[in-house]
């Protein structure tokens, strides 16, 4: 299933490519999170065998992903892939993931390799790794290059990619969906940890391969809100004490360089606009406000 959110050429050039698998059972889900201009209907015109799921709101991805998720459940199916809209696939995708983890056992999410795209020599994620330093994930920790990757056995890695994230359909039956609480961003981490705890293991099968354009939708003030908030939660709920203390003295700078910009104490390396969003994300942690931002809060968030 596809998310659109105001991002209807990214979404068609996606479909155009998913209409040239080369494995044919396949049923494609397109939530339409209540873009602007009527975008759902053109979708639906310009694709018309696929399933266009329109909503009055944006959901969030989570929550977008939840109505397709909910669809794909319903029609029976047998995996459930989530993938952004700013992709293009190969066309042997679902095969190559398929024969990937044919002879593992306790699947309970995998991504393909995922490189940048036009510089498809780039590599975009490869594997998820923790890094307590920086409070992050490292998405490329080991930052081979792409021939060496394409050549590999799949191998474990902390979360499958939301970018792109093929699951069994059962794993979402018995485990639950997205949690909506994240809204977007640090939600497919917490899913995947969330079925790890019942030993289903995340993989990349690198001999697979999507391509990301990374359009960002979402404007960056979002981002950062979005990012800091739900990087406290899915810390709190998915780590030790002892690794969340390795990431106290960066969360700490975090939080003072922020204020500092906003008070034009420091050189400015990012916006003013930008750090207000983080040091709100903070504060809404600290406040357990979780979901969709508030009202009042688009004035800093959207710059409007």
Request: with cysteine; glycine share 6%; net charge negative.
């Amino acid at each position: 299933m596809i998310l659109n959110w105001n991002g209807l050429d990214d979404t068609l050039e996606c479909l155009a490519s998913i209409a040239k698998l080369s494995y044919s059972n396949v049923k494609t889900i397109v939530v339409d999170n209540g873009s602007e201009d009527d975008q759902a209907a053109v979708i639906a015109e310009a694709f018309p065998n696929i399933t266009v799921l329109a909503q009055p709101e944006n959901l969030g991805f989570c929550g977008g992903c939840n109505v397709g998720i909910k669809e794909a459940l319903e029609k029976n199916a047998d995996f459930v892939m989530l993938l952004n809209n700013d992709t293009l696939v190969s066309p042997d995708l679902i095969e190559s993931i398929l024969d990937g983890i044919s002879g593992i056992e306790k699947i309970g999410a995998v991504s393909p390799l995922i490189l940048n795209y036009p510089q498809t020599d780039k590599v975009w994620f490869a594997k998820a790794q923790w890094v307590p330093e920086r409070a992050e994930f490292s998405l490329d920790p080991e930052q081979r290059d792409v021939d060496e990757l394409l050549g590999k056995d799949p191998y474990r890695s902390l979360f499958a990619c939301g970018c792109c994230l093929v699951a069994p359909a059962d794993v979402f039956r018995s485990e639950g969906l997205l949690d909506e609480r994240y809204f977007a961003f640090f939600d497919e981490a917490e899913w995947c940890f969330r079925i790890r705890r019942k030993g289903l293991e995340s993989y990349v099968v690198p001999s697979a391969v999507v391509y990301h354009k990374g359009s960002q939708s979402t404007p960056s003030s979002v981002a950062g809100y979005l990012m800091t908030r739900n990087r406290m939660l899915w810390m709190k709920e998915n780590l030790t004490f002892g690794l969340r203390l390795k990431s106290l003295s960066y969360i700490l700078r975090d939080i003072l360089g922020n204020l500092a910009n906003i008070l034009g104490l420091t050189k400015e390396h990012q916006s003013r606009e930008y750090s207000r969003a983080v040091v709100l994300g903070y504060r809404d942690y600290f406040l357990r406000k979780f979901y969709k931002w508030d009202k009042s809060e688009e004035a800093t968030l959207f710059g409007s």
